[in-house]
Every structure is written in structure tokens, then in C-alpha cells.
């Protein structure tokens, strides 16, 4: 499978959000990016259902919910509804985060689990095949626009081999820092799905950049 794009809606510009997302919606692009953030699990707050609710107004495309917030579980339905295809948890803070990848399943969407750069990577092993997505946080969690971890390169390669051994059908997501500096050396390493803010939305003509991005090879 070729990579997708997936541009984070955090970096689109708000007093004109349905331009962005129409622009998505027609660019090479196969998913939306879209962080929840609660000012309590992350040091900073984002958005949430009325934005995700109008975010779907305007695109068929595959909606990535990224949820960065305490206590997940309660609201897996609510995103569902208001629109998201998937939805990805932390693995952090969740103590039974086996039961909500199969409460997000339940509702109909794909399931992801998130971990921050400081998780070790074999925590996947014993639940890889309730994991749709494995989103590999190349930066810590909180803001668009910081610089990449050198390091998580060899987590998305330790991932990769997880995978491979296991069987499983679960693909790899990486978020934060990634652009046409290092994107290659990313997909080379394994990564199906990128995740890009600022180095989409910081650019004269977004949807070229992400044009760019989807056709390194
Ligand atoms: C960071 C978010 C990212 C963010 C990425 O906590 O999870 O999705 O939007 O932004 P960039 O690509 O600018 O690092
Ligand atoms: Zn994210």
C-alpha cells in the first residue's frame, strides 16, 4: 500500500475552516487529522465536537480523531456520531485500554492506540490484533510545530517487526515534526500513515505540499 497523508486540522486556519477543508477534501489527502486536546491530559486545548461536526459538513474523507484527554471512554460514542471514521486513544493514562480499542470497534470505527515517545514499543504485543492504527507520537503530545525525535525511526522500525511477526493487520501512523525534510526516511522505516500540521498548512500552496508528500517514493 502506497502512504497516506493525513494533515492536521489544528493547523488549518479557524475564521475560514470550510475553505481548508473543502481544500482537503480535493487534495491528495486520503484522511483528516483532528487532535482533541482537554488541557488536562495535554498542556494545551484544541477542539471538539461542534469543529468535528463541521469538519464532516464539508468532506467524505476518512476523519482521524486523535483524542489526547483523561478519561476517553465516555466520549468514544459522541465522536463516533459527530463524525469520526476512526478514533485513537493513548495507550498513557488508560488503564484498561483494551476495553476501549473494543468500545471504539463496537461503535463502528477503527481503532487506534497512540503512544508517546517515552512508551516502550512492546506494550502493542499482547493486544496488536485489537490495534487498526498504531500511532507512533514522533513529538510529545501538546502542540503542532515542534521538531521531530530522531529516535522514533527505530520505534516505527521495532513496531514494524511486531507487526510483521504477529500477523496483524494493523497500520503504522506517525505524528509530529513530519515534512518533506523527513518523510521519506519515515515511510522507509514503515510507516503507512504521516501526519502533517504546520508543514502542510505553513506553506504557500498546502495542497501542493501535501501533493509532494503523498508521491515521495
Ligand atoms: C501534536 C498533535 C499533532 C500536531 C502535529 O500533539 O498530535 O497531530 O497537529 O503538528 P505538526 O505536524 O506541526 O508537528
Ligand atoms: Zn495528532
Given at each position: 500500500m502506497s502512504h497516506i497523508i493525513a494533515p492536521s486540522v489544528l493547523s488549518a486556519d479557524f475564521s475560514n475552516l470550510e475553505k481548508d477543508i473543502k481544500m482537503l477534501d480535493k487534495s491528495q489527502a486520503e484522511w483528516i487529522h483532528f487532535d482533541v486536546m482537554d488541557g488536562v491530559f495535554v498542556p494545551n486545548i484544541s477542539f471538539g465536537f461542534p469543529i468535528l461536526k463541521a469538519t464532516r459538513k464539508h468532506t467524505s474523507k476518512f476523519i482521524d480523531v486523535h483524542l489526547m484527554m483523561v478519561n476517553p471512554e465516555k466520549y468514544i460514542e459522541?465522536?463516533?456520531?459527530?463524525?469520526?471514521?476512526?478514533?485513537?486513544?493513548?495507550?498513557?493514562?488508560?488503564?484498561?485500554?483494551?476495553?476501549?480499542?473494543?468500545?471504539?470497534?463496537?461503535?463502528?470505527?477503527?481503532?487506534?492506540?497512540?503512544?508517546?515517545?517515552?512508551?516502550?514499543?512492546?506494550?502493542?504485543?499482547?493486544?496488536?490484533?485489537?490495534?487498526?492504527?498504531?500511532?507512533?507520537?514522533?513529538?510529545?503530545?501538546?502542540?503542532?510545530?515542534?521538531?521531530?525525535?530522531?529516535?522514533?525511526?527505530?520505534?516505527?522500525?521495532?513496531?514494524?517487526?511486531?507487526?510483521?511477526?504477529?500477523?496483524?493487520?494493523?497500520?503504522?501512523?506517525?505524528?509530529?515534526?513530519?515534512?518533506?525534510?523527513?518523510?521519506?526516511?519515515?515511510?522507509?522505516?514503515?510507516?503507512?500513515?504521516?501526519?502533517?500540521?504546520?508543514?502542510?498548512?505553513n506553506t504557500e500552496n498546502p495542497s501542493e505540499t501535501i501533493s509532494r508528500l503523498k508521491n515521495i517514493s
Open positions: 459522541q465522536f463516533k456520531n459527530a463524525g469520526a471514521d476512526g478514533i485513537s486513544v493513548h495507550y498513557e493514562g488508560n488503564i484498561h485500554i483494551l476495553s476501549i480499542l473494543n468500545q471504539i470497534r463496537a461503535c463502528g470505527a477503527k481503532a487506534g492506540l497512540v503512544l508517546n515517545p517515552a512508551t516502550p514499543i512492546s506494550v502493542i504485543k499482547d493486544i496488536i490484533h485489537s490495534i487498526d492504527t498504531l500511532l507512533i507520537m514522533s513529538v510529545n503530545p501538546g502542540f503542532g510545530g515542534q521538531k521531530f525525535i530522531p529516535n522514533t525511526i527505530n520505534r516505527i522500525k521495532e513496531a514494524k517487526e511486531i507487526i510483521k511477526k504477529t500477523g496483524a493487520k494493523t497500520i503504522i501512523e506517525v505524528d509530529g515534526g513530519v515534512g518533506p525534510s523527513n518523510a521519506k526516511e519515515v515511510i522507509d522505516a514503515g510507516a503507512d500513515v504521516l501526519v502533517a500540521g504546520s508543514a502542510v498548512f
